[in-house]
C-alpha cells in the first residue's frame, strides 16, 4: 500500500516508534507470558509512559493528542508480535475509554478519562453475558432507581481486563418493557485484582476510585488464544451506583454501545491484520532459509504461491481496514466498512496463520516458533466484537437498506 495514501510523516514516526517498541519489548517475552497466561503489566506500564494507552484522545484529558489512524497503526503493530498486547491497548481505548469520552458528561470525562488515558488504571466494557452474546439484545442484567442511585443485578461474561481493571463500563435493563430501548450504560468501579503487583509497579490502581460494594471479578478465562489479554465475568450483587454515574441518558445503552462497537470493529481489523502480517513475516524469513532439496524452500511453487496470496490478502486488508479508519476519522458514515474490514482482516488473520504454520511444516506445529501463537490468537477475531456471521449480517443489511433507498 502506497503509504502517502493515508499517511503523513506524524504517521509514520508513529509505526517506527511502536514498531521498535514492539520487537525489543513486547516480542521476547510473548511466547513465555502466553504459555504462563500471565498480564503483561509492566509493558503495560510502558505503553503508558509512551502514550500507547490514550493515543486518540486530547492531551487535555491525559492522552497523547494522535488521531484515529495514528491508533490502529498502534494496534496494528504491536499484533505483528503479540496480539494479546495489542488487545490490551484496543479494549482498554475503544471499549473501556471511548464512551466515556463520546457519551459522557463533562464532570465523567473530568473525573475518568484522564486516569484511563495516561495508563494510571485499566478500563473495560460490560456488555456479553451468558445468554447475551450476539443478541446483546436480550441483555439480563438489571438496573433498578433507588433513592437517588440504581441497584445493579447481574453478571458478564468474557469481559477484557475483567480482573485487572478498574473502570468499567456496563450495561444493564433499566425498562423492560421497552426491549432494546429500555437498555442503559452506568460507569462502575472496583479494585484490581492483581493489587500486589501494580503497587509494586506504580500503575493500575488509584485511591481516588471508591470501589462499589458488590461489584467484582468472577472466574478468570483459561483461553486457547489470546492468553497474556485478562478475560474474566463480572459479577454485581446489588451494587449501588451514583444517579451520576449514568453514561448518557436513560434508554440510550444500546445505540450507544452499537456505535461503540462499529468503532471496535476497525480496532479489530488492524488488531487481525497485525497477526498476518507478523505471520507473513515469520512465514517469508523461514523460507528463504530453510532448505530442502539442495534449495531454499521460498523456491518451490507450493510455497511461493502461499506466500503470494498471503501478500495480496494482507495488502487488501491493509486497504479496507485504513479506509474505514479514514471514513472515521473524517466524521463519515463507516459502519458498513468497517463490518467489512471486521469480516475480511479477521478470516485472513485466520488464514494467514494456518498458511505460516503449514510453510514450517513440523515445526510450525512446535512452539519453538511463534506462528502456532499465531494461529491460536487469530481464531477468536472471527468470535469477538461480532462474530463473522454477524458481520455479513450487518453488511447485508446495509446492502438492502441502499437498495430500498
Given amino acids: 500500500m502506497d503509504d502517502s495514501l493515508y499517511f503523513s510523516e506524524q504517521h509514520l514516526a508513529v509505526r517506527e516508534m511502536v514498531r521498535q517498541f514492539a520487537r525489543e519489548e513486547v516480542a521476547p517475552v510473548a511466547a513465555k507470558f502466553d504459555a504462563d497466561s500471565i498480564f503483561p503489566w509492566d509493558n503495560v506500564k510502558k505503553m503508558g509512559e509512551l502514550g500507547l494507552l490514550g493515543v486518540p484522545w486530547p492531551e487535555e484529558m491525559g492522552g497523547a493528542g494522535l488521531d484515529l489512524l495514528s491508533y490502529m497503526i498502534t494496534i496494528e503493530e504491536l499484533a505483528k508480535e503479540d496480539a494479546s498486547t495489542g488487545l490490551t491497548v484496543s479494549a482498554h481505548t475503544t471499549l473501556g475509554t471511548s464512551p466515556i469520552v463520546h457519551f459522557g458528561t463533562d464532570e465523567q470525562k473530568r473525573r475518568y478519562v484522564p486516569l484511563l488515558a495516561s495508563g494510571r488504571v485499566l478500563g473495560g466494557f460490560g456488555l ?164 530442502q532439496f539442495g534449495k531454499a524452500i521460498a523456491e518451490f511453487q507450493g510455497i511461493s504461491f502461499q506466500l503470494a496470496d498471503m501478500a495480496t490478502e494482507i495488502e487488501a486488508g491493509r486497504h479496507l481496514m485504513f479506509h474505514a479508519a479514514w471514513l472515521a476519522q473524517q466524521g463519515k458514515p463507516f459502519s458498513k466498512e468497517a463490518a467489512i474490514a471486521k469480516l475480511f482482516c479477521s478470516e485472513l488473520a485466520m488464514r494467514a496463520t494456518t498458511k505460516a504454520v503449514q510453510v514450517f511444516g513440523g515445526y510450525g506445529y512446535t512452539k519453538d516458533y511463534p506462528v502456532e501463537r499465531m494461529m491460536r490468537d487469530a481464531k477468536i477475531c472471527e468470535i469477538g466484537e461480532g462474530t463473522s456471521e454477524i458481520q455479513r449480517m450487518v453488511i447485508s443489511r446495509h446492502i438492502l437498506k441502499e437498495l430500498a433507498g
Fill in 128 to 291: 456479553t453475558e451468558p445468554d447475551a452474546g450476539s443478541d446483546a439484545g436480550g441483555t439480563r442484567t438489571t438496573a433498578v432507581r433507588r433513592n437517588g442511585h440504581y441497584v445493579l443485578n447481574g453478571s458478564k461474561r468474557f469481559i477484557t481486563h475483567g480482573s485487572v481493571g478498574e473502570i468499567f463500563i456496563v450495561t444493564a435493563v433499566t425498562d423492560a418493557s421497552k426491549g432494546t430501548k429500555g437498555i442503559s450504560s452506568f460507569i462502575l468501579t472496583k479494585e484490581t485484582s492483581d493489587l500486589a503487583k501494580v503497587r509494586e509497579i506504580g500503575i493500575g490502581h488509584d485511591t481516588s476510585l471508591a470501589p462499589m460494594k458488590g461489584f467484582r471479578a468472577g472466574k478468570k478465562e483459561d483461553k486457547l488464544g489470546w492468553r497474556a489479554s485478562d478475560t474474566a465475568e463480572l459479577i454485581m450483587e446489588d451494587v449501588e451506583v451514583p444517579a451520576e454515574n449514568l453514561l448518557g441518558t436513560e434508554g440510550q445503552g444500546f445505540v450507544n454501545f452499537m456505535r461503540t462497537l462499529d468503532a471496535g470493529r476497525i480496532g479489530i481489523a488492524a488488531l487481525s491484520l497485525g497477526i498476518a502480517e507478523g505471520a507473513y513475516e515469520e512465514a517469508v524469513r523461514y523460507a528463504s532459509v530453510r532448505r
